[in-house]
């Protein structure tokens, strides 16, 4: 890269300002009924990625996730988290900071959910559970084909 693009080319800054709990619900509403049956979990895990600008170049990602974990019908637990944090995210082109918003911040955030819903399950009294690493970067891209097929769809109508 030559010197004169490397001056005209905004330094881009990205740094993690908070990290915190916004919202937590733990139920167990088959206990303790649940505890006396064999254990053959069905684990299912929805998850869903929120941001908005706070002010310029700071925003808030919020992870949701919710967990249902059910033993034979019933359902044995239910967790519901939102993590978020606040970061800086200054002078990214459009598309840069939809992928650190989309993809980067949860991939930050993920850890942290994962780690309390591990620990509620443990207080719940119910085998320990570890969620697998979920990779962010492959669902922002299926995101984006999404928006890309309907945008796509549109102007075939």
């Known amino acids: 890269m030559s010197e004169a693009a490397q001056q005209q080319a905004p330094e881009q800054n990205f740094s993690i300002q908070r990290i915190y709990l916004k919202d ?3 139920e167990a509403p088959n206990s303790p009924v649940i505890f006396q049956k064999d254990w053959e979990p069905n684990v299912n895990l929805d998850l869903d990625t929120q941001s908005r600008e706070l002010g310029e170049g700071v925003y808030e990602v919020v992870l949701r ?5 059910k033993n034979e019908e ?3 637990f ?5 993590q978020a944090g606040i970061f800086t995210a200054d ?3 459009s598309g840069q900071l939809a992928h650190c918003l989309g993809a980067f911040c949860p991939n930050i955030l993920f850890p942290y959910a994962r780690e309390t819903v591990s620990s509620l399950v443990v207080k719940g ?6 969620l697998a690493p ?4 492959a669902l922002f891209m299926n995101y984006l084909q999404q928006q890309a097929d309907q945008g ?5 109508a």
């Open 91 to 93: 002078k990214m082109e």
């Open 134 to 137: 979920v990779n962010f970067d």
């Open 74 to 76: 019933e359902t044995a």
């Open 65 to 69: 996730l919710t967990v249902t974990v």
């Open 125 to 130: 009294t119910f085998p320990q559970l570890n």
């Open 24 to 26: 937590l619900s733990f």
């Open 78 to 82: 239910l967790c519901e988290i939102q």
């Open 152 to 156: 796509q769809e549109g102007k075939d």
